[in-house]
């Protein structure tokens, strides 16, 4: 029985980390898309906050698309913080994704902030 409960344990731990992997790491789309716009990654505010990527004209924060509250709250605040327009560039890993996209979409149409999202690995868009 104590076996039993080990394993089932085991791989209950294990397959929810599996799920949780991610294609690649947030850092990697941050360098493929700060990169290509001549950004400044990383960039600290007096409060010690960091802004995912800042550019002439953007605060632009990231993160997968699962996280699209989250996303919106930092880009408000950086673009806040910094007198820049605020966006929030989502990671899309996977068609399914694109739920948390649209869900983001209604906010932006009403508070008039940029969303833009990112496809694993190379191509970057903006309003779908």
């Known amino acids: 029985m104590k076996n039993l409960f080990l394993i ?3 791989s209950s731990v294990l397959s929810n980390w599996c799920i949780a992997k991610h294609l690649h790491p947030e850092k990697y789309y941050q360098n493929l898309w700060c990169g290509k716009y001549n950004g400044i990654m990383e960039y600290e505010l007096n409060d010690k906050t960091r802004i995912d990527c800042v550019t002439t004209n953007y605060a632009v924060e990231f993160d997968f698309a699962s996280k699209w509250a989250e996303c919106i709250g930092q880009a408000l605040y950086y673009g806040v913080s910094t007198k ?14 694109f ?4 869900r983001v979409k209604k906010v932006t149409e009403f508070f008039k902030f940029d969303l833009w999202y990112i496809k694993a690995p190379e191509y970057v868009y903006k309003n779908r």
């Open 99 to 102: 739920k948390y996209f649209y």
């Open 8 to 10: 089932l344990t085991i």
């Open 84 to 97: 820049k327009k605020p966006v929030c560039l989502l990671i899309v890993e996977k068609p399914e994704d």
